[in-house]
T-cell receptor
Framework: DGGITQSPKYLFRKEGQNVTLSCEQN?????MYWYRQDPGQGLRLIYY???????QKGDIAEGYSVSREKKESFPLTVTSAQKNPTAFYLC?????????????FGPGTRLLVL | RKEVEQDPGPFNVPEGATVAFNCTYS??????FFWYRQDCRKEPKLLMS???SGNEDGRFTAQLNRASQYISLLIRDSKLSDSATYLC???????????????FGTGTQLKVEL
């Protein structure tokens, strides 16, 4: 069954703690993305990766880090430097090229600060 | 001015009604346009892609007006199951390393009632 999986569904972070959100896809998509969604705001791009072993900062990368060691996996670490981490985190991967590139989303991880 | 603007609603309509949402965008370099549907506390799911003047899929019709820089979504014969938030998404080439940058509207909430 092909798709994008994210875990955990809910994550609680203590002050000063780093936490890692998992994103896995078995769609053979090259490009993967991380967004965060806050109430009343559109999704904002954190990091993206077009190919394995390469990734780029998005619009709000401060306080986050990523890796792309495998095509299927694109984990996001929320570091203690991220002062307002409470949000809904969405991972996406894309198919197609040029103007026909289309992104599909995983089910999301909701991060809460204790 | 936001790059993508939508009326947040909510639009409360009776079952069977026709409802239309508008979305305006500010960047004339935008190439592709999408409507995603997002249920409460779930991930966005692709509803329609629009590359030229419009697209139709069953009860859903999307229209693009490049001159006026707006996209519309028309839903005919509304069902209770259409209740959700509809996200307008605009895409343009321009990510570092290649790829398309998506800009998300904040969404229009639809409630279909008996």
């Amino acid at each position: 069954d092909g798709g994008i999986t994210q875990s955990p569904k809910y994550l609680f972070r203590k002050e000063g703690q780093n936490v890692t959100l998992s994103c896995e896809q078995n769609l053979n998509h090259d490009a993967m993305y991380w967004y965060r969604q806050d109430p009343g705001q559109g999704l904002r791009l954190i990091y993206y990766s077009q190919i394995v072993n390469d990734f780029q900062k998005g619009d709000i990368a401060e306080g986050y880090s990523v890796s792309r060691e495998k095509k299927e996996s694109f984990p996001l670490t929320v570091t203690s430097a991220q002062k307002n981490p409470t949000a809904f985190y969405l991972c996406a991967s894309s198919i197609g090229s040029g103007f026909r590139e289309t992104q599909y989303f995983g089910p999301g991880t909701r991060l809460l600060v204790l | 001015r936001k790059e993508v603007e939508q009326d947040p609603g909510p639009f409360n309509v009776p079952e069977g009604a026709t409802v239309a949402f508008n979305c305006t965008y500010s960047n004339s370099a935008s190439q592709s346009f999408f409507w995603y549907r997002q249920d409460c506390r779930k991930e966005p799911k692709l509803l329609m892609s629009v590359y030229s003047s419009g697209n139709e899929d069953g009860r859903f019709t999307a229209q693009l007006n490049r001159a006026s820089q707006y996209i519309s979504l028309l839903i005919r014969d509304s069902k209770l199951s259409d209740s959700a938030t509809y996200l307008c998404v605009v895409s343009r080439w321009g990510l570092t390393g290649g790829g398309n940058k998506l800009t998300f509207g904040t969404g229009t909430q639809l409630k279909v009632e008996l």
